[in-house]
């Protein structure tokens, strides 16, 4: 017998992390290293709401609860559905999780069969597609263009929807692109489920960027459109709003109360439940007022920072980058630097076996990083399937304004470094 089951040849990875270990041997040969690849906010959680998790330890809230969740938060959570969403939702159909991810996976498991298609954004968050392959689903990406900014029409959805369609994942604002859906544009796509779609289709709506939107926007949610609540499961986080990453805490709003149900039935096989200081926490989180303001300047400083790195990107001789409308990410096109600094023929000319596991902007990626000592992600890293052909980075602006100016000089740098790069590549024995 093998030692491991066969199921994990289908288990994907978040490079974001993975690149981590890439960052600690560039910094244990002394090379400091400006980090751009996480999307984490480089904010802390407000002190009103780590005091709450502080007094809620010492008084003894540390014992099992609810799998579902604590009834306050998630009363507290519907509430807020119905002020943002216009929808009303039961506290029975909300599960809190621990962290947003749980929720995708949940999904996955409870909807889709073997062989059935799930259509998710393509580039997009890369857990999307890592359980889409672990569950046997067939992966159907829907490729986000540049030229259209990074958002998709319901002409674009329709040739993919098919009869063995069971579940659309819907990400705005957009991971990693920062790509915002118009109110027209889901309602469009909200009549094309209604008019193609089996009615047993559920969308997946992962909302967790939705307090940071730019350009005077307002969220937007295919939850608010007509006919669309009895089909949609609302994900969202604590992680990015309220800079509690560490924290693990998000919930999902399910259709129905059976399946709520399921999901609930996930977390008592998984972890049990969210730890309720936690969840205390997070109750904090949604209803001190104090929060709305700290939450409005954190959306502005990273408003300020887009404004200047799309601007300095932009400068890059090669590099084009839409303005994002949301999140905290930049997304520039590299195809042109790739060819002037030789990339594509090289990659060209890679052995099958080495050009199936890298791409173009990979290979920049690294040289940026080994070489130049600034590190981002590639367009692999937020989808395989279809990315072949797609030259972009991504750059998380959760980071200072001195270290992401740093960050772009430092990728400019290596955007001109012809030389640089053909001795970093036999030097990684590419070639």
């Known amino acids: 017998m093998n030692l491991f089951a066969d199921r994990l040849k289908n288990l ?20 400091h290293v400006i980090k751009l690849n996480l999307g984490e906010p480089d904010f ?5 709401i780590n005091q709450v998790a502080i007094d809620n330890i010492l008084d003894g809230n540390s014992h099992y609860t609810d799998p579902q969740g604590i009834l306050p938060l998630r009363q507290k959570i519907a509430e807020v559905i119905q002020e943002t969403r216009g929808v009303s939702v039961s506290p029975d159909q909300v599960v809190v999780t ?10 996955l498991l409870t909807y889709v069969n073997t062989g059935e298609e799930v259509i998710y954004p393509s580039p997009g968050f ?3 597609e890592s ?5 046997k689903a067939t992966p159907i990406p829907l490729q986000l ?23 659309l994942i819907i990400n705005s604002p957009s991971n990693p692109t920062g790509g915002v859906l118009s ?3 889901l309602n469009n796509i909200a009549t094309l489920i209604k008019e193609k779609a089996d009615p047993t289709i559920r969308i997946l709506s992962d909302e967790v960027y939705d307090e940071i939107v730019f350009d005077g926007r307002k969220h937007e949610s295919i939850i608010s459109h007509p006919g669309m609540t009895e089909h949609t499961i609302l994900l969202n986080s604590f992680s990015k709003s309220f800079a509690m990453t560490g924290w693990r805490l998000g919930y999902g709003v399910l259709p129905t109360v059976e399946e709520a149900k399921f999901f609930r039935q996930w ?3 998984t972890y049990s439940c969210t730890s309720p200081f936690i969840q205390a926490a997070g109750l904090a989180a949604l209803s001190n007022e104090e929060n709305k303001a700290i939450v409005s300047n954190m959306c502005k400083a990273f408003e300020a920072r887009r404004d200047v790195v799309i601007e300095a990107i932009n400068q890059i001789e090669g590099v084009t980058c839409c303005k994002p409308g949301g999140a905290f990410y930049a997304f520039p096109n590299i195809g042109q630097v790739c060819r002037k600094l030789g990339i594509m023929e090289i990659y060209d000319h890679l052995p099958p076996d080495k050009r199936r596991k890298t791409s173009p902007s990979t290979l920049f990626q690294l040289f940026a990083l080994y070489k130049h000592g600034v590190a981002t992600l590639d367009r692999r890293s937020f989808g395989l399937k279809g990315s072949e052909g797609q030259h972009f980075l991504r750059i998380s602006m959760a980071s200072d304004l001195d270290s992401l100016k740093e960050g772009i000089k430092r990728i400019e740098a290596a955007s001109r470094d012809e030389a640089g790069f053909g001795k970093f590549i036999k030097e990684v024995k590419m070639v």
């Open 145 to 167: 263009r540049e030229e259209k900014g990074y958002r998709f029409e319901a002409a674009d959805l329709e040739p993919l929807i098919t009869p063995k369609t069971k579940l």
């Open 12 to 31: 994907g990875d978040e490079t974001a992390f993975k690149i981590g270990d890439d960052i600690r041997r560039c910094e244990a040969e002394g090379l």
């Open 44 to 48: 802390d959680s407000a002190s009103n």
């Open 183 to 185: 109110k027209d544009n």
């Open 126 to 128: 890369p857990i999307y």
């Open 131 to 135: 359980w889409i392959n672990f569950v």
């Open 267 to 269: 977390n008592i096989n």
């Open 98 to 107: 621990s962290g947003g991810k749980p929720s995708i996976g949940y999904s």
